[in-house]
């Protein structure tokens, strides 16, 4: 798989997700407000590549900074920190990465400036190296509720292109493809971006993992044939009594499941994780530029001129819908999810 972010030749490199899957085309940050540009503009997107790219980002902002002393240094690396947190609202990832960064910074304020920038580098590439491993165990714990031969319905796109590498949900399927398992990915278009489209599909076939495309009203049909045996979804952020927040039209495919009696997962790490937030009704919901609803990529206007649109780019599933929620740690029911991880 071709990296989604990566710290390279002093800049943080980052896959154009936009132009997916029609170019593979790489652009590299050379400072943070690119980054930052990166993260609204959806070149690099998905929850945890979001809190990668944020993590880089400070990095490579506090390279430039040319304070001497540490409370200066602070200041202007908390400035860096505050521009990237205001990229995007919902994907707690960013603001758990933003986070620890500024945690590192203070950890380290007894060392010589040149010693914490180089540092700040290693502790970014620590949030992707540890993202890959959390993909990898969710993997594990997550591919034994994938039986042989089943269909899996995802929405949006979880994958490797969301994250470090290996992705939640479509590491979930990796796993159980790597385990010999038989199986079939149908993919939800994911309107108004088409992350299912552009992206999910592109990166299964990249696999050879087998994956049909509908678009997203067809899902209720394929369930009501028996078609999907299961569902298996990442998250923007989960709060302390399980309810999920993620693409817009997750809702929908929770209840098309719960009508039909499929199991309804989800796979976070837990950077994705907010305990301090008691449910979903507090989650901030992106609203983006109407254009993406008028507009087929921003170009063929597929409605007429001055058409009110409201454009939510999340949704939040409650807890009583989902049926379990795959963390690197284990697979937990949603109303014990606060509680084990606290444990653990
Ligand atoms: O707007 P996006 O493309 O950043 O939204 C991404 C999603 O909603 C994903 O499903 C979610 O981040 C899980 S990614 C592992």
Same mark, same amino acid.
């Given at each position: 798989?071709?990296?989604?972010?990566?710290?390279?030749?002093?800049?943080?490199?980052?896959?154009?997700?936009?132009?997916?899957?029609?170019?593979?085309?790489?652009?590299?940050?050379?400072?943070?407000?690119?980054?930052?540009?990166?993260?609204?503009?959806?070149?690099?997107?998905?929850?945890? @590549?979001? !809190?990668?790219?944020? #993590?880089?980002?400070? /990095?490579?902002?506090?390279?430039? =900074?040319? &304070?001497? $002393?540490?409370?200066?240094?602070?200041?202007?690396?908390?400035?860096?920190?505050?521009?990237?947190?205001?990229?995007?609202?919902?994907?707690?990832?960013?603001?758990?990465?933003?986070?620890?960064?500024?945690?590192?910074?203070?950890?380290?304020?007894?060392?010589?400036?040149?010693?914490?920038?180089?540092?700040?580098?290693?502790?970014?590439?620590?949030?992707?190296?540890?993202?890959?491993?959390?993909?990898?165990?969710?993997?594990?714990?997550?591919?034994?509720?994938?039986?042989?031969?089943?269909?899996?319905?995802?929405?949006?796109?979880?994958?490797?292109?969301?994250?470090?590498?290996?992705?939640? @949900?479509? !590491?979930?399927?990796? #796993?159980?493809?790597? /385990?010999?398992?038989?199986?079939? =990915?149908? &993919?939800? $278009?994911?309107?108004?971006?088409?992350?299912?489209?552009?992206?999910?599909?592109?990166?299964?076939?990249?696999?050879?993992?087998?994956?049909?495309?509908?678009?997203?009203?067809?899902?209720?049909?394929?369930?009501?044939?028996?078609?999907?045996?299961?569902?298996?979804?990442?998250?923007?952020?989960?709060?302390?009594?399980?309810?999920?927040?993620?693409?817009?039209?997750?809702?929908?495919?929770?209840?098309?499941?719960?009508?039909?009696?499929?199991?309804?997962?989800?796979?976070?790490?837990?950077?994705?994780?907010?305990?301090?937030?008691?449910?979903?009704?507090?989650?901030?919901?992106?609203?983006?530029?109407?254009?993406?609803?008028?507009?087929?990529?921003?170009?063929?206007?597929?409605?007429?001129?001055?058409?009110?649109?409201?454009?939510?780019?999340?949704?939040?599933?409650?807890?009583?819908?989902?049926?379990?929620?795959?963390?690197?740690?284990?697979?937990?029911?949603?109303?014990?999810?606060?509680?084990?991880?606290?444990?653990?």
């Amino acid at each position: 798989m071709v990296p989604t972010v990566e710290w390279k030749d002093g800049a943080v490199r980052i896959l154009d997700q936009s132009r997916l899957p029609d170019k593979v085309e790489f652009v590299d940050c050379r400072d943070y407000e690119t980054v930052g540009i990166a993260i609204k503009e959806l070149w690099v997107r998905g929850a945890p @590549a979001i !809190g990668i790219a944020a #993590a880089m980002g400070v /990095a490579l902002g506090a390279q430039a =900074v040319k &304070a001497v $002393e540490f409370d200066a240094f602070r200041k202007a690396v908390w400035a860096i920190a505050d521009y990237l947190a205001a990229t995007r609202p919902t994907a707690v990832n960013l603001f758990w990465a933003i986070d620890r960064m500024k945690r590192r910074l203070e950890a380290l304020q007894a060392e010589p400036i040149p010693a914490i920038k180089q540092k700040l580098i290693v502790e970014a590439q620590a949030v992707l190296d540890e993202d890959i491993a959390m993909n990898k165990a969710m993997g594990r714990h997550g591919s034994t509720v994938i039986g042989d031969g089943q269909t899996i319905l995802t929405h949006c796109n979880a994958g490797a292109l969301a994250t470090g590498g290996y992705g939640t @949900a479509l !590491g979930v399927v990796r #796993a159980a493809w790597d /385990a010999g398992k038989k199986i079939r =990915v149908v &993919a939800d $278009e994911t309107r108004p971006v088409l992350q299912g489209a552009r992206l999910t599909a592109w990166e299964l076939m990249q696999d050879g993992i087998p994956v049909t495309l509908i678009t997203d009203n067809m899902a209720g049909t394929l369930m009501s044939q028996g078609r999907i045996q299961v569902c298996i979804v990442g998250a923007d952020r989960i709060t302390a009594n399980g309810d999920v927040a993620n693409k817009i039209g997750t809702y929908s495919v929770a209840v098309l499941a719960h009508a039909h009696g499929i199991p309804f997962y989800v796979a976070a790490p837990s950077s994705t994780i907010d305990l301090s937030m008691p449910s979903g009704d507090k989650i901030p919901i992106e609203q983006r530029d109407p254009r993406e609803v008028t507009h087929v990529r921003g170009r063929e206007s597929i409605a007429p001129d001055g058409c009110e649109v409201f454009n939510p780019a999340f949704d939040v599933t409650p807890a009583r819908l989902i049926t379990g929620i795959i963390t690197e740690k284990g697979i937990f029911k949603p109303s014990e999810l606060a509680e084990k991880m606290r444990l653990r």
